[in-house]
């Protein structure tokens, strides 16, 4: 198909008002980069938590969120791939492996070109196995033992009914997330067949380059639970995906190809499937082959900025080739059919009608995209007009760059008490030398080995630093309380522990020792460190929790921290502006006010029946956000050592937390800080106050609240 270009002044002046409104919105160079650390991030901090932990997983981010391919409007969801490296795929015969669970790739005479089955074989001797060995190791009807596709879906299905949460099915994804599509593979170290002439076929446009073409050699491919549509046999193949190959072509796209997937993915949304009404789908991934095949076609001088519609209309009347041909390619897998399943003939028709309009008309419909208010954007010169209904481009970024933010640090607290939620029963000593283990090595190598993308090593040392850095705060925490609960000397090496998880965050591990020194009775010091951290916590720090008390999807960082984030670089979720929820695990009990040792028996009754999974992690524990910590602490102190107008000050500082709006929506553990602030009613001798917030507290949490304790221990004395 010939290149498309129009030599018309219209297509220049638009194409740079398009990319004007496309940076508005975040579809900048910076914000991408932003967006894909993030993520990047993300799924190494998962890959190490659950190492640690003793699963053999690895987890890979893919889509739209990783590549920063989206806008904060478009809605678009997480796809995340849980790959299992306890299972060795093989190509063929010599790809056995002695004591691991092999499946070889069979080609089955029923299966497409896309498509294998995966045979049982012994971990003992190279042969075939011959019974099955579980519920979803079934017996093909040629007799060999084969590795059915459903047991994910089982296995989230049952979680689901077990939770009580919704189940969300997509294809090969489950999961109980709405915004969380889940997919668990095998990965292939070797490339199948269909892909071979892929590095082989000619190259107009010289993309990929020789060297991204050796490194996707590399990276494999992932089999995924999900049999072709039309095989009698589905639940026994299994789909070859080339995902990290995907991922690696769209990290080596230029910031005006990513411009013009948005647009195609924005015009997808609020045109293309609107006008098909449900009757049938074009999808993201039509449209990134689409671009895939465009950046190979295109000469480089095709893609500037001036010339973005040009380059938008070339992938629209690609695809429209393919409704006609009625067969849309796969960019890097020989013959198949991307609308097997997806678009039928009728369906098709409808589809190239709304694109001949589109196409017909030089991109019209794009002025009625209300995504993100990208019409009006592009009807409007922005430099110079500005329009009350839109949101300037530096709040669109800070609020990016926000949720970025919080997402990555959130996210990152949450695996860390997946982490800490393991060690519930172990003892103080045994936990100390649990922790002492992890800190002096996470062996990232049997991470490293399951993975082809070198750049993520860094990302995985980073993660295994922070790791070690906080695990040391809860060493120290875990040592210090056993010696203050058999009064021993806290020795040097705890205090360096301390001081080594200082810089965690803004407060969470400088309010631990704190703790610790009041409990030890060394008040001045106490006193000192609170200062310090109050110094610290100003008005543009933003408070974290990873209980599950926060959505990290919807919740909104205070305005004063997104702006601060958004001049930073392309890592937003620094820690040295973030405050993380205090936590003390039971083997830290010494070291936590007494009041808090209520909160680590919160449960009353059949209270514990009724957790999320998340909250049976951490309930048993005190966990407490910063800044209402941090006023009950200097209430504390203040009082022991009798300076009254510091004492009330501190109380005040508490009540503001709890009762301003704007600083309450910066905490998450709202229960808990109501009942420090009802305790400090209590200390002021204003039982019935007290009493009062204790019931509030239990009106706004009637479960698994330690204010049902406190009421009961109070009525006891009015």
Not at 20 to 29: C, H, I, N, Q
Not at 77 to 95: A, F, H, Q, R
Not at 373 to 402: C, F, S, Y
Not at 469 to 493: D, E, N, P, V, W
Request: proline residues 4%; charged residues 20%.
């Amino acid at each position: 198909m010939p290149v498309y270009a129009s030599g018309w002044l219209f297509h220049d002046v638009m194409s740079l008002r398009l990319i004007a409104a496309l940076e508005d919105l975040g579809v900048t160079k910076l914000m991408v980069g932003r967006r894909r650390h993030t993520f990047l991030m993300d799924e190494s901090v998962m890959s190490v938590a659950i190492h640690i932990c003793g699963r053999k997983t690895v987890y890979y981010h893919f889509g739209s969120m990783t590549e920063g391919t989206t806008t904060p409007s478009m809605g678009s969801d997480i796809d995340t791939l849980v790959c299992y490296t306890s299972v060795n795929i093989m190509s063929g015969w010599p790809d056995w492996k002695r004591g691991k669970e092999n499946l070889l790739m069979m080609k089955h005479v029923t299966c497409s070109q896309q498509h294998y089955r995966l045979q049982e074989i012994r971990a003992d001797l190279p042969l075939p196995v011959t019974q099955p060995i579980d519920e979803f190791s079934v017996v093909g009807e040629d007799g060999y033992i084969y590795r059915n596709n459903k047991e994910s879906e089982d296995v989230m299905r049952r979680e689901a009914a077990e939770s009580n949460r919704p189940y969300y099915h997509a294809g090969p994804s489950h999961s109980i997330h709405e915004m969380y599509d889940i997919v668990r593979a095998y990965r292939c170290r070797k490339l199948p067949t269909e892909c071979d002439s892929w590095f082989n076929r000619p190259r107009p446009g010289n993309w990929p380059t020789p060297e991204m073409l050796r490194a996707a050699r590399e990276l494999g491919c992932f089999l995924v639970p999900d049999g072709h549509c039309d095989s009698d046999f589905s639940s026994l193949e299994w789909r070859v995906s080339p995902s990290l190959i995907e991922r690696h072509l769209m990290f080596n796209m230029e910031i005006i190809h990513i411009q013009c997937y948005v647009t195609l993915k924005l015009l997808k949304k609020d045109i293309i499937n609107p006008y098909l009404n449900g009757n049938g789908k074009l999808s993201s991934f039509h449209c990134k082959t689409a671009l895939f095949y465009a950046r190979e076609q295109l000469l480089p001088d095709m893609w500037k900025a001036d010339r973005l519609f040009d380059c938008v209309l070339y992938c629209l009347n690609l695809i429209r080739d393919w409704t006609i041909s009625g067969h849309s390619p796969h960019f890097i897998m020989d013959d198949v059919n991307l609308f097997d399943g997806k678009l039928n003939s009728e369906q098709r028709t409808g589809l190239r009608s709304i694109l001949d309009i589109i196409i017909d008309t030089h991109l019209a419909p794009l002025a009625f995209v209300k995504t993100d208010d990208l019409g009006e954007r592009l009807l409007h010169n922005m430099k110079t007009v500005a329009i009350w209904d839109m949101t300037p481009r530096r709040a669109v970024h800070q609020k990016v760059v926000g949720f970025l933010s919080v997402y990555g640090n959130a996210a990152r607290m949450s695996y860390l008490l997946f982490i800490l939620g393991i060690t519930a029963d172990k003892k103080p000593d045994e936990l100390c030398l649990y922790l002492h283990s992890l800190i002096t090595e996470i062996p990232l190598h049997q991470i490293h080995r399951h993975r082809s993308e070198y750049a993520l090593y860094r990302l995985d040392a980073e993660n295994s630093d922070y790791f070690i850095s906080y695990f040391k705060q809860h060493l120290a925490s875990t040592a210090a309380s056993i010696c203050l609960q058999h009064g021993m000397l806290i020795g040097s090496r705890i205090w360096s522990w301390y001081s080594a998880a200082i810089d965690t965050d803004v407060a969470s591990t400088q309010l631990k020792l704190a703790s610790m020194l009041y409990c030890k009775g060394e008040l001045q010091i106490t006193a000192d460190v609170l200062e310090d951290v109050e110094r610290r916590y100003d008005n543009s720090v933003q408070a974290i929790c990873g209980c599950g008390r926060i959505n990290i999807l919807k919740t909104k960082p205070h305005e004063s921290f997104a702006e601060l984030m958004n001049e930073g670089d392309t890592d937003v979720a620094s820690t040295n502006k973030v405050a993380y929820c205090v936590r003390f695990l039971r083997q830290e009990v010494f070291c936590a006010p007494p009041i808090l040792h209520y909160e680590m028996v919160r449960a009353v009754g059949d209270d514990t029946q009724h957790r999320t999974p998340n909250e049976r992690t951490w309930m048993d524990w005190a966990v407490v956000d910063a800044r209402p910590f941090l006023h009950y602490l200097q209430y504390l102190t203040f009082r022991d050592l009798g300076v009254r107008a510091r004492q009330q000050q501190a109380f005040l500082s508490l009540k503001d937390s709890f009762f301003d709006g704007i600083n309450q929506k910066q905490v998450f553990h709202l229960e808990t800080a109501g009942n420090l602030l009802a305790h400090c009613f209590e200390m002021e001798g204003l039982h019935d106050a007290a009493l009062v917030g204790y019931l509030a507290s239990q009106a706004d949490v009637p479960r698994n609240n330690a204010a049902n304790w406190h009421i009961r221990r109070l009525t006891s004395f009015l």
